[in-house]
């Protein structure tokens, strides 16, 4: 079993940043891909980033260039970092850890609103 907790989340105005983290426990963080998904109100869930065990990341056209994901191993954190936030970045943002096996783990969501 794997418990995610994101935090981070708040209030920023149009083309401010917001870093918002993930810690996850258990002793294998490492072997896990990390992703960072979000939901705005009265949309499907959607993709943001993942990165591999290696560090290797990818990105959600939407995002690219603005955001940027990054985990510390000796942490057993992810973070998502977000640059030049827009309107429509506003969502609840969650993290979830892919093992080798098993099931897919969510963490319960940090809420990030971009305001004017």
């Known amino acids: 079993q794997v418990q995610l907790v994101e935090s981070g989340g708040g209030l920023v105005q149009p083309g401010e940043s917001l870093r918002v983290s993930c810690a996850a426990s258990g002793s294998n963080f490492i072997s896990y891909v990390m992703g960072w998904y979000r939901q705005a109100p009265g949309k499907q869930r959607e993709y943001v980033a993942t990165?591999?065990?290696?560090?290797?990341?990818n990105y959600a056209d939407s995002v690219k260039g603005r955001f940027t994901i990054s985990r510390d191993n000796a942490k057993n954190t992810v973070y998502l970092q977000m640059n030049s936030l827009k309107l429509d970045d506003t969502a609840v943002y969650y993290c979830n850890a892919r093992p080798p096996s098993g099931p897919l783990y969510w963490g319960q969501g940090t809420q990030v609103t971009v305001s004017s």
């Open positions: 990165i591999t065990s290696y560090g290797r990341t």
